[in-house]
């Protein structure tokens, strides 16, 4: 009787698990790096020369890929965005096409010059 009871509990957990992970697998991830809007729509990134006085003009920020397309990030703060500036991130989220939005879920930044190591540093 209890190893029957058992053997259910494991199975709905497992079935659980499962449909955790098919709605993770739902979301887009795309790689790119933080940009100003400004800079975006001229397909490159913010200038380092009077970097800080450049960021606080720009009023929105938006992810530029390397094929200099970009896509607007929502559900993320600017300021969240703000200190990510200039650095490589993958943002994971939802993609209206049509809008070229991404509905953020996840955003993880390169740490180091490694090609491969991210930390996720904010999450819905």
């Known amino acids: 009787m209890l190893t ?11 079935c659980f698990a499962m449909l955790t992970l098919s709605f993770h697998c739902l979301a887009d991830s795309f790689i790119g790096q933080i940009s100003g809007i ?3 729509e001229s397909g490159h990134l913010c200038p380092l020369e009077k970097f800080e006085q450049h960021l606080s003009q720009e009023h929105q920020f938006v992810l530029l890929t390397s094929q200099k ?7 993320i703060s600017r300021d969240i965005l703000l200190r990510y500036v200039s650095k490589r991130v993958i943002v994971i989220g939802e993609l209206n096409k049509d809008k070229q939005r ?3 879920t996840e955003l993880q930044v390169q740490q180091g010059e490694g090609l491969g190591h ?3 540093v904010w999450h819905q």
Do not use: N, P, T
Request: some cysteine; proline content about 0%.
């Open 102 to 104: 991404v509905q953020v």
């Open 38 to 40: 400004d800079c975006a």
């Open 4 to 14: 029957q009871c058992l053997f259910r509990i494991k199975k709905i957990m497992a």
């Open 118 to 120: 991210y930390e996720s």
């Open 69 to 75: 397309h970009f896509l607007h990030l929502d559900g």
